[in-house]
């Protein structure tokens, strides 16, 4: 059996403050709060001084522990003990006696400390070996930009001079870097951008006024004393007294467009007093990710200071690591200079360090795990500060502009000379190397014994709402998860009459609601017949919302229910059913735990929703497990091939697509009148081209977006009468060995065949409507002519108030994404139809997402975007999608101008109207011209996507040098695997 080190984070010491910050609960100045002040002063001392300060440690542990149990008197005795320890006595260890004060003496002057005794040059401040049991110290080495309210913005030069420090001394860094800093460094150096990426280092976003937009509402912030007049404008919050969806589209609109900003040329610092106006040009995360050609690693996200903004960070990027997130804006505090706040949130989170929230890894960043380069002696003492009895990830920051580089070699060879080997396991760690090394948040499925713990634990430990973390069987569990144990357990228990072997977890989040009360107005009596049979119901609605989260409140047997009261009945219902009860009592229950008392006396907010939100998302919070304590093996380079798996693994396809080689019209979006259908063979091994032959040829006709059936035989096609897009469609089809064509539906386009060959998929207009539609499809009559029947509607005014178009179906038939605009003021966004449910979901928002594309094997959805003109893509994760991420795929004409010159005075790309080849390979249409609604030509690559990166081949200049000509266009095509016979 594995043994796994759990680190104790915030939650359970929170826990027993807020309780202790209540006012029945104080003894005034002597009470809970002011002790642990008194504590961590005296620790701090202590260890300055080089004092051994594990028995103290060690009693402050225990009170914890003590009051995560909720018995406060023994923590609070505990933690007497633990100043008495600092305070150089013996602690009385009786636990029948009251601790009693011991001797008045001086900070220093305890037997076993030596003030006067400077730090050894060995693995530990105090010149010894590390102590048995000492857990591994990962090091985040990163930069930022900012120093200060304002952020400081480097040089080009200074920015390689960290890039170069790292990649020559080997260190994993991550380079933090914003929309005003890439745009600077176009203008500066436009190839340092190639330059870092080659270095291999990696990438974060610190927010377009350096840490923006704030996590707390700055209007509040701007009520307290200590920060008037310090230039922070209300409207720099996005999160404050808004719904949650205005304050997620309000963040993502932000970080994709440019915002003015004024930078001092002379000080190169931000000038934050006048916030610029949104433009339409691409700025914030978008452009990074645009400019850099791949995604950032980690985000200053501070969600569990502003969630909403949390989670459109999570929709825009894929990336792992959260640095920092600092309960209530710590930081933002700090900078401010508001000592007492900062003090107040110090003390609540204590000494925790990380934790996964909202589905990332999570770091506070406080003062004993931010470091900066200094000296060894200043390494030391960062080191001394931490509680090694459990894994630590200390977040190790380079300034910019505000050193010699050089004087950082001190602490780096004391790190990698010294406390490294001293220490197995500790070492440099990138975002990528920490998520590698963290147990998966969801890496265990209870079965049917841990879920009846689970509702113990949570009955044990309900006092008319929920603990912060629900401790079962040996595991912690987040109260989403173990909502969604509880749930998944009971509607299977209700659908088979048993119990689930395992439960699956997923990433599903608290409720987003502004409701913080239970509804219940006294105890009811609820059935557990009656939970059993509304739990599947709940758990579908909960993970076909956006995004997928707990609803706030259910009614079950006609009695409205909070979500906290429906978490407790759940626990309910399974410990009544396991005992043989039919019925149990739910009181009155909050749905937010303890921590959530000090959000609200910290900012007192006007508007419930700022910290509404927050709380409720505390039920995702829990403990990150390392699930190894020593260094990984020496990790290979990934091979630069691309991942072979299923069909097309030979790389020979035949490939059916639009072209003008033989016609004097266009062929791309914005003019495809000279779109003609061609097939050819492609080996991709040997990137040739073979068998170049014209299928259909109309010259009054435009046909394109062709798809072959699956016996490879025949190629439905959307044909359209007349030249531009708004023309008269159709789908017709070409028997590829015989060329014979045929019409086969009136009005309709985009066709797509079903896996059995029988049918078709289409968008089909019917009195002005367009939806996507099925039919079968069977050969009539002595002369083998096609027919369409059994016309079936699979989308309706609920879909699409305009049109549903661009069906891609899912390989084993139950369901298809599609293109829908649900409005004429709407951008498009891309849609999921469930045939087996027959159920829809949005698969994302309207934010442009347009054509889409289902994998072979059914586990990606591949769609364009015209706001940035990149690929991005969903993943199939049990039975929910993850958030939309970018696929490796350059939108930067400048990469392409190899191909095609027309590329170099192109000013934007639109990559669009991809079809899979394999599992790993898709044809893209790479359009280009002066803005997204006025393309100039296209032209077809074969993309390949590898485990880092991808690989293109230029399949229209293959078959231009077969035809012998250039500077045609193609557009839309699709491609089946060939046989090696073939």
Not at 882 to 907: F, H
Request: hydrophobic share 35%; glycine share 10%; charged share 25%.
């Amino acid at each position: 059996m594995r043994t796994c080190t759990r680190i104790v984070v915030l939650l359970p010491v929170l826990i027993a403050i807020a309780v202790a910050l209540r006012p029945d609960l104080c003894r005034a100045q002597q009470g809970p709060q002011a002790k642990l002040q008194e504590f961590q002063r005296l620790l701090k001392e202590r260890k300055e001084a080089g004092a051994d300060t594990s028995e103290a440690e060690r009693l402050q542990r225990e009170s914890r522990e003590a009051a995560r149990n909720g018995d406060l008197e023994k923590a609070e005795r505990l933690l007497d003990q633990a100043i008495q320890a600092l305070n150089g006595s013996t602690p009385d260890r009786r636990p029948e006696e009251k601790p009693g004060k011991g001797p008045d003496k001086k900070p220093g002057s305890g037997p076993d400390e030596k003030p006067d005794k400077k730090p050894g040059k060995g693995p530990l401040p105090d010149g010894k070996p590390p102590a048995e049991g000492s857990q591994p110290v990962y090091f985040w080495p990163f930069t930022h930009h900012y120093a200060g309210p304002g952020g400081y913005y480097p040089t080009a030069q200074e920015v390689r001079s960290i890039a170069d420090f790292w990649a020559a001394h080997k260190i994993p860094g991550t380079l933090f870097v914003d929309g005003i800093l890439v745009e600077r460094l176009q203008k500066e150096d436009p190839a340092i951008f190639e330059h870092i990426n080659k270095l291999g280092l990696y990438l974060g976003y610190h927010g377009d006024e350096t840490h923006g937009p704030y996590p707390v509402p700055t209007d509040l912030l701007a009520m307290l004393e200590g920060l008037k007049g310090k230039n922070m404008p209300p409207e720099q919050s996005m999160s404050y007294a808004v719904d949650w969806k205005d304050a997620v589209d309000a963040t993502i609109s932000r970080y994709s467009h440019r915002v003015s900003y004024s930078v001092d040329e002379k000080t190169r610092m931000l000038d934050r007093s006048v916030l610029g106006k949104e433009g339409p040009e691409l700025g914030g995360l978008a452009l990074v990710q645009k400019v850099f050609g791949r995604d950032v690693s980690a985000i200053t996200a501070h969600g569990l200071e502003s969630a909403p903004t949390g989670w459109a960070w999570r929709k825009m990027s894929k990336f792992a690591f959260d640095q920092p997130a600092v309960p209530v804006a710590t930081h933002a505090l700090k900078i401010f200079g508001v000592k007492d706040l900062e003090q107040r949130v110090s003390e609540v989170a204590d000494s925790a360090t990380v934790f996964w929230h909202m589905g990332r890894i999570a770091s506070l960043g406080t003062e004993g795990l931010e470091m900066s380069p200094g000296s060894a002696g200043a390494a030391r003492a960062g080191i001394a500060r931490l509680d090694r009895s459990r894994p630590n990830i200390v977040c190790y920051g380079f300034s910019l502009g505000r050193r010699d580089l050089s004087d950082c070699l001190e602490p780096i060879r004391y790190l990698e000379e010294e406390f490294f080997p001293a220490n197995p396991g500790s070492r440099w760690a990138s975002p990528d190397d920490l998520m590698k090394l963290a147990e998966p948040e969801h890496a265990y499925g209870p079965g049917p014994d841990e879920v009846l713990a689970i509702a113990r634990a949570l009955e044990g430990g309900w006092k008319g709402r929920p603990p912060g973390l629900v401790n079962a069987a040996g595991r912690t569990y987040s109260l989403c998860e173990s909502f969604e144990a509880l749930a998944r357990s009971l509607a299977e228990f209700h659908e088979k009459g048993a119990w689930p072997q395992k439960v699956e977890l997923t990433d599903l989040l608290g409720p987003i609601s502004t409701g913080t009360k239970g509804l219940l107005a006294s105890p009811r009596k609820i059935q557990a017949k009656e939970i059993c049979a509304i739990a599947g119901g709940i758990l579908k609605t909960a993970l076909a919302a956006d995004p997928p989260s707990i609803p706030g409140s259910v009614t079950v047997a006609g009695v409205p229910l909070g979500a906290g009261e429906l978490l407790i009945a759940l626990a309910h219902a399974r410990i009544a059913i396991a005992e043989g009860r039919a019925d149990f009592e739910v009181a009155r229950s909050d749905p937010v735990p303890p921590y959530g008392d000090v959000l609200d006396e910290i900012f007192p907010t006007q508007d419930a929703r700022p910290n509404c939100y927050t709380k409720l998302q505390l039920w995702t919070v829990k403990p990150v497990v390392f699930g190894q304590a020593t260094p990984p093996s020496e990790e290979k380079p990934p091979e630069e091939k691309p991942r072979e798996t299923g069909k097309g693994a030979t790389g020979k396809f035949r490939v059916v697509f639009a072209t003008n080689l033989n016609s004097g019209g266009g062929c791309f979006r914005e003019d495809p009148s000279g779109a003609d259908l061609f097939c050819v063979d492609v080996d991709l091994a040997a990137k040739a081209v073979a068998r170049l032959k014209p299928l259909v040829g109309d010259p009054d006709a435009v046909e394109w977006f062709p798809a072959i059936s699956p016996d490879g035989a025949l190629v439905a096609y959307n044909r359209g009468e007349k030249a531009g897009r708004a023309n008269e469609n159709s789908v017709h089809v070409v028997n590829i060995e015989t060329g014979k064509d045929q019409l086969l539906i009136e009005r309709a386009r985009f066709p797509q065949w079903m896996s059995d060959g029988k049918k078709i998929i289409c968008s089909l207009e019917v009195k002005g409507r367009k939806d996507i539609y099925t039919m079968d499809v069977a050969p009539t009559g002595a002369g083998g002519e096609l027919v369409a029947t059994g016309q079936v509607r699979l989308t309706g005014p609920e879909e699409g108030k305009l049109f549903c178009e661009d069906p891609s179906p899912f390989p084993d038939g139950s369901g298809f994404s599609f293109h829908v605009k649900n409005g004429q003021d709407l951008s498009a966004q891309v849609g999921i139809g469930d045939l087996t449910r027959k159920s829809f979901v949005m698969l994302t928002d309207a934010d442009g997402s347009g054509h889409s594309a289902v994998s072979p094997d059914g586990s990606v959805v591949v769609f364009s975007s015209s706001q940035s003109g990149e690929l991005w893509a969903c993943r199939k994760e049990g039975d929910r999608w993850s958030a939309k991420y970018r696929l490796p795929v350059s939108a930067r004409p400048e990469d392409y101008a190899g191909y095609d010159t027309r590329y170099k005075t192109a000013r934007i790309i639109g990559l669009s109207y991809m079809e899979w080849l394999d599992n790993s390979r898709l044809l893209v249409s790479v359009q280009a011209g002066e803005k997204p609604r006025e393309f100039g030509f296209s032209r077809l690559f074969i993309v390949t996507l590898m485990d880092k990166g991808s690989e293109l081949f230029d399949f229209s200049s293959a078959v231009e040098k077969l035809a012998d000509t250039t500077g045609m266009d193609f557009c839309t095509g699709c491609g089946t695997a060939l046989k090696e016979a073939e």
